[in-house]
T-cell receptor, first 116, second 112 residues
Framework: GAVVSQHPSRVICKSGTSVKIECRSLDFQATTMFWYRQFPKQSLMLMATSNEGSKATYEQGVEKDKFLINHASLTLSTLTVTSAHPEDSSFYIC????????????FGDGTRLSIL | LAKTTQPISMDSYEGQEVNITCSHNNIATNDYITWYQQFPSQGPRFIIQGYKTKVTNEVASLFIPADRKSSTLSLPRVSLSDTAVYYCLVGGFTGGGNKLTFGTGTQLKVEL
């Protein structure tokens, strides 16, 4: 149980392109989903928290117009990197939580984004 | 959010028990302690979670003292495939979900 699917696993695209990443909770309802970014040999950095049906809460320093997050249902959240540039290249990981204190977050397998 | 401190790296050999300790001095009353394992280019995988005392599952044990200011993840009889980064996190339901902050993690290297 508690499977989170993230798609695509890898994206390579040209600078200026917008890229959408999907995160789905397959066997539970995720009231909250989180988006992280991870650079090589570094820890995960929380970018934003999204609750179903409401606007995402972004961490300090994360541009909300650059990283658009939509959480339209209890099983799907999307992250769109708009007008991506090489410095946006990174490993993006989502996680989902049922929103209950004793239920842990479950993570997707990440999306490797490479901007040429 | 509670800050966690854990060793940057640990080395072990196959078949040994590995204990990774994490300190979290400012843990809050409603915080749970959760450990994740991460392999390169994969998302973190849930290992174990606890609130107090001891928790055991099929892959690990988690020891939490009464003051909850630290916790120890115990991996019995490690194998080469246990080489990974292990993260200790504390967090609780805040109404907006279980917001977690990842620390540096512990790079465990298991050798023959």
């Amino acid at each position: 149980g508690a499977v989170v699917s993230q798609h695509p696993s890898r994206v390579i695209c040209k600078s200026g392109t917008s890229v959408k990443i999907e995160c789905r909770s397959l066997d539970f309802q995720a009231t909250t989903m989180f988006w992280y970014r991870q650079f090589p040999k570094q820890s995960l950095m929380l970018m934003a928290t999204s609750n179903e049906g409401s606007k995402a809460t972004y961490e300090q320093g994360v541009e909300k117009d650059k990283f658009l997050i939509n959480h339209a249902s209890l099983t799907l959240s999307t992250l769109t990197v708009t007008s991506a540039h090489p410095e946006d290249s990174s490993f993006y990981i989502c996680s989902a939580s049922a929103g209950v204190s004793n239920q842990p977050q479950h993570f997707g397998d990440g999306t490797r984004l490479s901007i040429l | 959010l509670a800050k966690t401190t854990q060793p940057i790296s640990m080395d072990s050999y196959e078949g040994q028990e590995v204990n990774i300790t994490c300190s979290h001095n400012n843990i809050a009353t409603n915080d749970y302690i959760t450990w994740y394992q991460q392999f390169p280019s994969q998302g973190p995988r849930f290992i174990i979670q606890g609130y107090k005392t001891k928790v055991t599952n099929e892959v690990a044990s988690l020891f939490i003292p009464a003051d909850r200011k630290s916790s120890t993840l115990s991996l019995p009889r490690v194998s080469l495939s246990d080489t990974a980064v292990y993260y200790c996190l504390v967090g609780g339901f805040t109404g907006g979900g279980n917001k977690l902050t990842f620390g540096t993690g512990t790079q465990l290297k298991v050798e023959l």
